[in-house]
T-cell receptor, first 111, second 113 residues
Framework: QQQVKQSPQSLIVQKGGISIINCAYE??????FPWYQQFPGKGPALLIA?????SEKKEGRFTISFNKSAKQFSLHIMDSQPGDSATYFC??????????FGKGTTLSVSS | KAGVTQTPRYLIKTRGQQVTLSCSPI?????VSWYQQTPGQGLQFLFE???????NKGNFPGRFSGRQFSNSRSEMNVSTLELGDSALYLC????????????FGSGTRLTVV
């Protein structure tokens, strides 16, 4: 049973455009929602995270939007750059038990 | 500040053998988690150790085991290797304070032939 569903599987965006990746979860007990970025040959790196009592969090060009009632959250990358080309994973955690990851989105930013 | 160090980076083993992977967390971090990453299943949680005690365990067979030492370094062991165990094994460390985030190492790429 996949508890965190991520879409799209792949995404191509023009340089300067907005990249949007969506995730949906089932378990209402999840209380921590991070996004990770992974480059080939590297481990995932924490980008930004949000708690369910906040509807939006912004850090630089990265913004998480959170909709608790719909059990959905999304990552927006503003002014996308070729260096943002990577695989992005959403995740959810419940009281620090374990990160449950989405299947990942491969982002390609064309110059 | 040194990151999470995993050794070895690459490993090739034969089916039926056993393997031990090592993880040194960020200094001061007391929580170490292990994840398996494969193209088909994605990132899956194996187990988490905090202060030498296993706190949480994922849905993996008993062939997968781990331990943590008093200096927070952790090892993961897989016995009776199967072809399907070929994967990138990632270690993540955390201070143990919930919501502080996890820092991942670069992983150990295990190939079972």
């Amino acid at each position: 049973q996949q508890q965190v569903k991520q879409s799209p599987q792949s995404l191509i965006v023009q340089k300067g455009g907005i990249s949007i990746i969506n995730c949906a979860y089932e378990n209402t007990a999840f209380d921590y929602f991070p996004w990770y970025q992974q480059f080939p040959g590297k481990g995932p790196a924490l980008l930004i995270a949000i708690r369910p009592d906040v509807s939006e969090k912004k850090e630089g060009r990265f913004t998480i939007s959170f909709n608790k009632s719909a059990k959905q959250f999304s990552l927006h990358i503003m002014d996308s750059q070729p260096g943002d080309s990577a695989t992005y994973f959403c995740a959810a955690d419940q009281a620090g038990t374990a990160l449950i990851f989405g299947k990942g989105t491969t982002l390609s930013v064309s110059s | 500040k040194a990151g999470v160090t995993q050794t070895p980076r690459y490993l090739i083993k034969t089916r039926g053998q056993q393997v031990t992977l090592s993880c040194s967390p960020i200094s001061g971090h007391r929580s170490v988690s292990w994840y398996q990453q494969t193209p088909g299943q994605g990132l899956q949680f194996l187990f988490e150790y905090f202060s030498e005690t296993q706190r949480n365990k994922g849905n993996f067979p008993g062939r997968f085991s781990g331990r943590q030492f008093s200096n927070s370094r952790s090892e993961m062991n897989v016995s009776t290797l199967e072809l399907g165990d070929s994967a990138l094994y990632l270690c993540a460390s955390s201070s143990g304070v919930y919501g502080s985030g996890y820092t991942f190492g670069s992983g150990t790429r295990l190939t079972v032939v």
